[in-house]
């Protein structure tokens, strides 16, 4: 059983989050349900910062908001001192919404809309990661319309074809993301940017991928960038003042899974880095990490309540949830592998066999393939520990149904981070037009 954060299993052989039942949770908010252990989400965090203040230089850490985002925790991280890596208008909307700084937010992308870019700079957005030629020439070109000047980092694809799933990959030479080192592109534009008078050239920017347990993956990410730093230097006299090398640390999801020890990870990469500019004699450039899902995968936990058991023979047993890949698609999307168990029986022996599956119309809509569980009925609370991230930020409205909502619990406390979506929510911006109203 994957117990994480602040979760422990009372006598009643209930589970407990945050000090509250996980059946109290459900009989006050409903199900599906994902309850996000505060706890655990700041443990986290400390564990990056402790890190990154052993780096001898100057370090940020920044957390991707595409794994998770909403006002509470934006509010939250802003306390905490993170900045916010945001790839869209929408969510700069939503951190400004939680009194997210904008000086803090590095605005991310592949594809950013000249509208984005206006209202990124008006907003005053700290960073601008350009993503390619085309971009950085309209990211150029807009800025001479605004008086203050633009700070952007330069996203390189090093080469590194990460250990992780293929639809989860950036590092690669052919990514759709960042231009290559191998190539030259990488040195024609960061060149090109240091020219430009209305922008404020500061570094470099690398994310190899998601999901990634080996240490060594990430160390070759740190010699590839330190490398390109030092060429930079080397041929052109340009020196780079932040090295950034995006998110992608692996949070398990189940016992069985490897653990990153994030404190020991991020203190090899920073002194990596710390001693290539010592024996280079080049000065320590700040260091910038951001990751998502390993500072709220483990921290959220999904509720749901079982509906239908259904036996087709003694190898397959169907228990269907009241939510499913609305509300987590990576089981359907990356073939990503959840624990589960029962909330309101932990103790109870595991003798039957499930194949989880939600409620949508599709034959894929498993949320876990093999799992064994006691023997379950309807009204058991079935819950998915580590499923904090990229669930909520991803969930759709699928044949109708409405998204969860989230808490946030701690010490005995929960409160509400999003509201469940109601029905009438789904059809707000449909119109009826006239001539079909009567
Ligand atoms: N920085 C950049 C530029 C990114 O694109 C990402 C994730 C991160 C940081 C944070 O990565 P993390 O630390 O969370 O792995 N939907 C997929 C994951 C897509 C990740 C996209 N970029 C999933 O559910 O596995």
Redesign the pocket.
Same mark, same amino acid.
């Given at each position: 059983m994957h117990l994480t954060g602040t979760m422990t299993v009372n006598k009643d052989g209930r589970l407990e989050i945050g000090g509250i039942t996980a059946t109290k949770l459900v009989n006050d908010y409903g199900t599906p349900l994902l309850v996000y252990d505060e706890e655990l989400i700041l443990e986290k965090i400390a564990a990056f910062q402790a890190a990154l203040a052993e780096y001898p230089g100057e370090s940020q850490l920044?957390y991707?908001s595409?794994?998770f985002l909403c006002r509470g925790l934006a509010a939250m991280l802003r306390k905490e001192g993170l900045a916010l890596?945001i790839?869209s208008e929408g969510e700069l909307a939503r951190a400004r919404a939680g009194n997210f700084p904008p000086e803090k937010m590095f605005f991310?992308g592949n594809n950013k809309s000249p509208a984005e870019i206006k209202k990124a700079i008006e907003e005053g957005a700290g960073r601008f @990661?350009v993503d390619n030629a085309c971009e950085a020439r309209l990211l150029a070109d807009i800025s001479e319309q605004y008086e203050q000047e633009v700070a952007c980092q330069l996203?390189v694809t090093p080469g590194i074809d990460a250990n992780t799933?293929d639809?989860?990959k950036?590092g690669q030479k052919t990514s759709k993301?960042g231009v290559g080192i191998a190539t030259g592109q990488a040195e024609e534009l960061a060149l090109w940017l240091e020219e430009q008078e209305q922008l404020n050239f500061m570094g470099l920017?690398s994310?190899i991928?998601?999901?990634?347990y080996e240490s060594s993956t990430f160390k070759e990410l740190i010699w590839s960038m330190a490398q390109f730093m030092l060429e930079l230097r080397q041929k052109h006299g340009l020196k780079i003042k932040e090295i950034n090398l995006?998110?992608? @640390?692996?949070?398990p999801q189940r016992a069985e899974d490897s653990q990153v020890n994030i404190k020991n990870l991020v203190t090899e990469v920073g002194s990596e880095l710390a001693a290539t500019c010592k024996r280079a004699d080049y000065p320590l450039p700040r260091l910038l990490l951001?990751?998502?899902?390993?500072?709220v995968?483990e921290a959220g936990t999904s509720l749901y309540t079982i509906g239908s058991v259904k036996r087709v023979n003694n190898s397959k047993n169907y228990v269907a949830v009241d939510g499913g890949m609305t509300d987590n698609?990576?089981p359907a999307?990356?073939d990503?592998n959840y624990e589960g168990f029962l909330a309101n029986r932990c103790q109870a022996d595991d003798d039957f066999l499930a194949t989880v599956v939600g409620k949508c119309c599709e034959s894929g809509d498993v949320l876990i393939k093999d799992l064994e569980l006691p023997e379950p009925k309807a009204g058991d609370i079935l819950t998915i520990p580590a499923s904090g991230?990229?669930?909520y930020?991803?969930a759709s409205n699928y044949n109708g149904i409405p998204r969860p909502a989230v808490l946030l619990v701690n010490s005995g406390q929960a409160e509400v981070l999003i509201e469940r979506e109601k029905v009438s929510e789904l059809y707000r911006l449909d119109t009826l037009p006239a001539r079909f109203q009567d």
């Open positions: 920044i991707a595409k794994a890596d790839v991310h @990661i996203r799933h639809y989860i950036t993301f920017h994310h991928g998601s999901q990634i995006g998110g992608g @640390i692996g949070a951001e990751p998502g899902r390993a500072i995968g698609i990576r999307l990356y990503a991230a990229y669930t930020s991803m």
